[in-house]
């Protein structure tokens, strides 16, 4: 079977260290690798609309933001077809095949819908209210509309953050219920979710569960070194660690949760050689005497390590945003072929092919001779 890797971000922001740990900084390893027969990268601009239908604007400019945050930590387009989900119609034909076979109960209980629900307040709270009126059909049924996008490819491996993992489980679902009741035409998705624990869900610089836009928590990929600087030294550390000599907490301590999920021991090496291992570090800090100035600089010296190349891409490639636009053209034009044949052959198999089913066409003219 062949190898197809496909994911997606939806453009309500700019990217920042939450996508880069949970998702982008293995699409880049993936895509160097190149075990695979075909990569895609997409901006997921009509499942951004489902809950800022009013607001367009701000997805259209975003869709030019995140392009440049993909293109910036190193996606090739040489390498990874980079397209725009709304450019993709076939996408949508599919969604409605798909809406048949899942019921409202199965879409209640999709995890991340309901999360999601009560955290935008389309409702009043209480989960009588959390379905209710307020919730725009199309929100509701994204995931229906999701596991069209990663159907449409016939996907094999979704690289996502760990919420993402009921819209995975629930494409499997439509897949299964589409082949066993059409005929085998769609491949069964398998989530690749990033192996180190801590990446699956940074927190946010305020110590907060998970870094996001609404809470005013992230570092982004485009932030200049003066923000990050600013950002890193006002970090959430433990705050019953008082004073140098104090024992401190590294558990819940946002700046050692970074540096598991960034800092390696050659990071030490150049940066902070009094340590060899994080491990050592973290003990000193624990037995007290070891300031939270002196971790948060070497911190920072590690994420400027990383975000400085990817900044300087970004530079480069806001100088000729044209271009950016013809990688997505180019990248959607390639994406629509690819769903246009499984669309294709979806039909086949659902039998909705008309003028290409001779069969019937015979069939129907001997019924009425
Ligand atoms: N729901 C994803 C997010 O919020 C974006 C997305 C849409 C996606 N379609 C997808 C991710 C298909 C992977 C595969 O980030």
Not at 89 to 97: A, G, I, N
Not at 186 to 208: A, F, M, S, W, Y
Not at 325 to 332: A, D, M
């Amino acid at each position: 079977m062949k190898k197809v890797i496909l994911t997606g971000d939806r453009p309500t922001g700019r990217l920042h260290l939450g996508h880069y740990v949970g998702s982008l900084r293995n699409r880049v390893i993936i895509q160097n690798e190149g075990d695979y027969d075909r990569m895609f990268v997409f901006i997921a601009d009509v499942q951004a609309l489902t809950d800022n239908a009013a607001n367009p604007e701000k997805v259209r400019q975003n869709v030019l933001e995140v392009a440049l945050d993909y293109l910036s930590v190193g996606l090739d387009p040489e390498k990874v077809t980079i397209f725009i989900q709304s450019q993709v119609p076939q996408l949508h034909e599919m969604t409605q095949f798909f809406s048949n076979l899942v019921t409202v109960a199965r879409l209640q209980r999709n995890p991340t819908v309901k999360t999601e629900i009560k955290m935008r307040g389309f409702g009043e709270e209480g989960e009588q209210q959390v379905f209710g009126s307020g919730v725009p059909v199309g929100f509701f049924t994204y995931p229906i509309s999701q596991a069209a996008d990663i159907a449409a490819f016939k996907s094999t491996i979704v690289p996502v953050g760990e919420d993402q993992e009921p819209m995975i489980e629930q494409t499997r679902e439509i897949v299964r219920s589409f082949n066993s009741t059409y005929g085998e035409v769609l491949v069964e998705p398998q989530i690749l979710l990033p192996g180190n624990l801590v990446c699956r869900r940074l927190p946010g610089t305020d110590g907060k569960a998970k870094m996001s836009k609404s809470l005013g928590n992230c570092i982004y990929l485009s932030d200049t070194p003066e923000e990050l600087k600013k950002k890193v030294m006002s970090m959430f550390t433990d705050p019953g660690h008082l004073k140098v000599e104090d024992p401190g907490k590294v558990e819940g301590n946002t700046v050692f949760t970074y540096m598991d999920a960034f800092a390696t021991d050659e990071d030490l090496a150049r940066f902070w050689p009094e340590y060899k291992t994080l491990e050592e570090v973290k003990e000193h800090y624990r037995r007290g005497g070891l300031g939270d100035v002196k971790c948060k600089k070497f911190l920072l010296a590690v994420l400027e390590d990383r975000l400085a190349p990817i900044r300087d891409r970004r530079h480069a490639y806001e100088k000729d945003i044209p271009r950016v636009y013809e990688i997505l053209r180019e990248g959607s034009a390639a994406a629509r072929e690819v769903a246009a044949q499984t669309l294709r052959e979806m039909k086949d198999a659902m039998k909705i092919n008309y003028f290409d089913d001779q069969d019937l066409i015979l069939e129907q003219s001997r019924k009425y001779q």
